[in-house]
């Protein structure tokens, strides 16, 4: 019965999946596992030639998915973690979200720590400039995209998003710039505009294309 591994691992193109709730990434990998049998360490370095994102997402189940109080109850098992790990992971603009939120690529610098039974990540993605997202069915374009894992265990990133939209009227264009910062778990979001205009106009403007004085000349200011 072995009871020490030293295993080198050396893959080309080829499918990995590191957390079941992340999709498969296809590129290349070296990789070395060694220790105890019942508890060796995987460590070394995975370079993402593709990784797609392209299930469709739900606001309401992502919230609640990423809430703290769920994440508490996720990121830790009563399973034995099998093997401890620490693994960097590197994308070049080679991750691609296309789904019902999004149309942009991703680069990325993380790294995975931990084991099986509680994994964590450290690092930061970047979306590049010129991408799109979708909001209330509403265009917006990328202009900086930064989401940072500081804590490797709650999976709760620190966001900076920098996004614009141009909502045509009559008089003329209005262009709305969309800042989201703060953690996931409790964002907030600053608006500018050009033609300044208040708060209230910008949501209105952002939710039903018109601002608050013309939704209540239209009796629709209380919806």
């Known amino acids: 019965v072995p009871n020490y591994v030293n295993l080198s691992i050396d893959l080309q193109e080829g499918r990995i999946r590191l957390l079941d709730f992340l999709p498969p990434i296809y590129g290349d990998a070296t990789l070395k596992m ?3 049998i019942d508890y060796p360490m995987l460590r070394g370095d995975v370079v993402v030639k593709e990784m797609n994102f392209t299930e469709r997402i739900d606001w309401e189940d992502t919230m609640l998915t990423f ?40 680069s990325a610098e993380l790294k995975f720590i931990g084991d099986l039974a509680k994994p964590g990540m ?27 894992y500081e804590d490797p265990y709650t999976y709760d990133p620190r966001l900076d998003i920098l996004m614009k939209t141009r909502i045509s009227r009559q008089e003329s ?15 907030q979001t600053y608006t500018s505009s050009n033609p300044v205009l208040s708060q209230a106009d910008i949501n209105a403007l952002l939710l039903f294309g018109m601002t608050s004085e013309e939704l209540e000349l239209q009796g629709g200011l209380g919806t």
Do not use: C, Q
């Open 34 to 36: 060694t220790g105890d």
């Open 67 to 106: 809430a703290p109080a769920a994440l508490a109850g996720t990121s830790v098992s009563d399973d034995p973690g099998y093997f401890s790990f620490d693994v960097n992971l590197t994308a070049d603009n080679s991750i691609r979200i296309r789904n019902n939120l999004a149309d942009v690529y991703g």
């Open 122 to 148: 450290l690092g930061t993605i970047r979306l590049s400039e010129g991408g799109r997202a979708l909001f209330k069915e509403r265009d917006f374009e990328i202009l900086r995209g930064e989401m940072r």
């Open 173 to 187: 264009d209005v262009e709305i710039d969309y800042h989201i910062t703060g953690l996931y778990s409790n964002w």
